[in-house]
């Protein structure tokens, strides 16, 4: 079956500590992207990737950090320099950039303790 | 102002009811709509795809457009419990990626 996995469902992270959070594709899609959720605001675009070795930052990157080493890949690292980091991360993908249609893989649940 | 207006409810309906979601957007170069459903602690699940005014029916869903009124709805007739769920609006640009999601309307059906 086609579709995207996530990894860990959960995640515990302490004070000062990285974490990377895992998101695997075999839809074929070229481009992929991470979102953050927060109870009462919509999806906020951390980074995305329209092509392999190439990302940019989204509209809340700070504290983040990804790579894109290979197509199917697209790992997002929490750094201790995000402040507020405990919320569910969401990867996405689509077909290419230009198409606004992502299809979502099940999400991960970041806390802080 | 937000780009993109969700009431987030919580919406409470009896089974078999129809349903009105809506949302509503500030800026005239979106032009295409999406609504996703979300379960809970699961990843939103694409439902509705559309770019022009009008309707666009699959099964049970409807999704509507008015781009002069800048106001996009999804309905859902004969409810079920199994509808009950958070429904994300998602609009995007002509030009580029940008994709600006609703905070989502949390419906409950009851049987």
């Known amino acids: 079956d086609g579709g995207i996995t996530q990894s860990p469902k959960y995640l515990f992270r302490k004070e000062g500590q990285n974490v990377t959070l895992s998101c695997e594709q075999n839809l074929n899609h070229d481009a992929m992207y991470w979102y953050r959720q927060d109870p009462g605001q919509g999806l906020r675009l951390i980074y995305y990737?329209?092509?392999?070795?190439?990302?940019q930052k989204g509209d809340i990157a700070e504290g983040y950090s990804v790579s894109r080493e290979k197509k199917e890949s697209f790992p997002l690292t929490v750094t201790s320099a995000q402040k507020n980091p405990t919320a569910f991360y969401l990867c996405?993908?689509?077909?290419?950039?230009?198409?606004?249609?992502?299809?979502f893989g099940p999400g991960t649940r970041l806390t802080v303790l | 102002q937000k780009e993109v207006e969700q009431d987030p409810g919580p919406l409470s309906v009896p089974e078999g009811a129809i349903v009105s979601l809506n949302c509503t957007y500030s800026n005239s170069a979106f032009q295409y709509f999406m609504w996703y459903r979300q379960y809970s602690r699961k990843g939103p699940e694409l439902l509705m795809y559309t770019y022009s005014s009008g309707n666009k029916e699959d099964g049970r869903f409807t999704a509507q457009v008015d781009k002069s009124s800048k106001y996009i709805s999804l309905f859902i007739r004969d409810s079920q419990p199994s509808d009950s769920a958070t429904y994300l609006c998602?609009?995007?640009?002509?030009?580029?990626?940008?994709?600006?999601f609703g905070a989502g309307t949390i419906l409950r059906v009851k049987s």
């Open positions: 996405a993908s689509s077909i290419m950039s230009s198409d606004h249609r992502r299809f």
């Open positions: 990737s329209q092509i392999v070795n190439d990302f």
């Open positions: 998602a609009i995007g640009m002509e030009y580029g990626n940008k994709l600006v």
